[in-house]
């Protein structure tokens, strides 16, 4: 099952989304739930409770040997050094103009070893870019058919997990990963997430899919889990800023537009993109990725809508929903940096009407 199979690809729980009366559809070449009891009440579940999302058709590369560190921090936006084993971190991999080939995340799972969690529709591409920038005393191998993957999010995600396994493991801490080792299963447990809440990504064989979505519905029935779907894990993201590759970052944007700079160490020696850049942050961004808010009831933004300011068409939105949590419509724009400031007043094209909206900061939601 790998991304380039011209026919869309199912993950292991297929016919549990099936059975749970999901809504299916084809997301990057997978077969994969967009809502089972509605993207809102999805949403309010993970704000306030607890959710589980199907994660198995993201790819799992592992990188492994005495110069795997090194190689990768030549790859690498951010510094991999600063990783210890255990520990986590937000990526770019990107291109000699510091256009973002994808963004992942990176485990250092051993001393020698390494993981990186990649996008879906984008494994075929990063595994032939890295192969063909692989260097001496690493090894690359692709193991995404060898693990499925489920997200637990919520506030009540670690209540799930004391449940799960007692007084046998405490939980990782942010941004840590744990091996767990069963009778009859390996988890890789991280404690990440892409929602805003606290939560974890558990990965196993998928062989054990079935038994182990079961296992948390089970032990998190009383604690008000819901399976969740695509269109949910959409609003909870955009309502935190978070970036969604192929629509807020692309080949075409590098992280410094997208406000990430964050994530990158331009400190570190050579990395690919580094020199583009050190130039872009000299010169300084034309356009910077931006949130906004409608300040009037209008239809939900959605990406490719018209930006305007002052009568002209300045953007097109990246990103865009109604917020569940806020009750009103959201999204992301590259906009021109003399309009990117959290205050300016901008127009959203909706069918052919124009609605008032507003530059906020990052996040949207908080708590």
Not at 13 to 38: C, E, T
Request: contains cysteine; proline residues 6%; aromatic residues 8%.
């Amino acid at each position: 099952m790998t991304s380039s199979d011209s026919a869309p690809k199912k993950t292991p729980l297929y016919d549990r989304h099936l059975k749970a009366g999901a809504k299916i559809i084809d997301f990057g070449g997978w077969l994969m739930p967009v809502q089972y009891s509605g993207i809102v009440d999805e949403h309010h579940t993970v704000r306030n409770a607890v959710g589980v999302f199907d994660v198995s058709h993201m790819g799992e590369v592992f990188v492994r040997g005495p110069q795997a560190g090194a190689w990768l921090n030549s790859l690498l936006a951010n510094n991999v050094r600063r990783l210890c084993p255990g520990q986590c971190q937000y990526t770019f991999l990107l291109n000699e103009n510091a256009g973002v080939i994808d963004d992942l995340l990176l485990y250092r799972t051993a001393p020698e070893e390494y993981l990186l969690v990649v996008n879906a529709s984008e494994i075929d591409k990063d595994v032939a870019w890295l192969r063909a920038h692989l260097a001496p005393g690493v090894e690359l191998e692709d193991k995404s058919d060898d693990y499925a993957g489920l997200a637990v999010q919520g506030p009540r995600a670690v209540q799930l997990f004391e449940r799960l396994f007692g007084d046998r493991h405490q939980p990782p801490a942010r941004n840590e990963i744990m091996r767990i080792d069963t009778d009859c299963l390996t988890l890789l447990i991280a404690r990440t997430g892409y929602t805003g809440e606290d939560g974890f990504e558990i990965f196993f064989a998928p062989e054990h899919a079935a038994a182990v979505w079961d296992d948390l519905l089970l032990h998190g029935a009383d604690l008000g889990i819901k399976p969740c779907g695509l269109g949910a894990r959409d609003t909870l993201r955009l309502e935190m800023c978070y970036p969604l590759y192929g629509s807020d970052l692309s080949l075409d944007r590098s992280p410094l537009e997208a406000g990430l700079s964050f994530f990158i160490d331009l400190e570190k020696p050579e990395f690919i993109g580094r020199g583009a850049l050190l130039a872009q942050r000299t010169a300084g961004v034309s356009q910077r990725l931006v949130p906004f808010r409608m300040t009037d009831k209008s239809p939900p933004p959605r990406s490719h809508y018209g930006v305007f300011k002052n009568g002209e068409k300045i953007a097109e939105t990246a990103s865009g929903s109604l917020s569940p949590s806020l009750g009103a419509g959201i999204g992301m724009a590259y906009l021109p940096a003399a309009f990117a400031r959290a205050g300016e007043a901008i127009e959203i094209e909706i069918r052919a009407r124009r609605y008032p909206a507003v530059v906020e900061k990052r996040p949207l939601y908080r708590k």
